[in-house]
């Protein structure tokens, strides 16, 4: 079993900046993916970046040159540094981790951006 915690999720005004993170715990060796999807209500969950343990990275377009998915392997944590919010990135942002077919969920955090 694999546990994700996030945290840094809040309110910010259209333009400003929040950083994500979300470390994982269990059973987490081995080549992994983790990464960030975001759902708003009524919509499915999309993938807004994600990172493998080779340090690869893919990213959703809308988000690329604002956001920056990282990773601190020594501390099984993942980060999502999201800059020139837009009212549009308003969702529930959910942590990923993926390792030999399976994946589980964090338990997601609100990000708010106010126009």
């Known amino acids: 079993q694999v546990q994700l915690v996030e945290s840094g999720g809040g309110l910010v005004q259209a333009g400003g900046s929040l950083r994500l993170a979300c470390t994982a715990s269990g059973d987490i060796s081995g080549f992994n993916l983790m990464g960030w999807y975001r759902q708003t209500p009524g919509n499915q969950r999309e993938l807004v970046a994600i990172?493998?343990?080779?340090?690869?990275?893919n990213y959703r377009s809308s988000v690329k040159g604002r956001f920056t998915i990282s990773r601190n392997s020594a501390k099984n944590t993942v980060f999502l540094q999201m800059n020139s919010l837009k009212p549009e990135d308003t969702a529930v942002y959910y942590c990923n981790y993926v390792r030999s077919g399976r994946s589980w969920w964090g338990q997601g955090t609100q990000v708010t951006v106010s126009s």
């Open positions: 990172t493998l343990s080779d340090g690869s990275t």
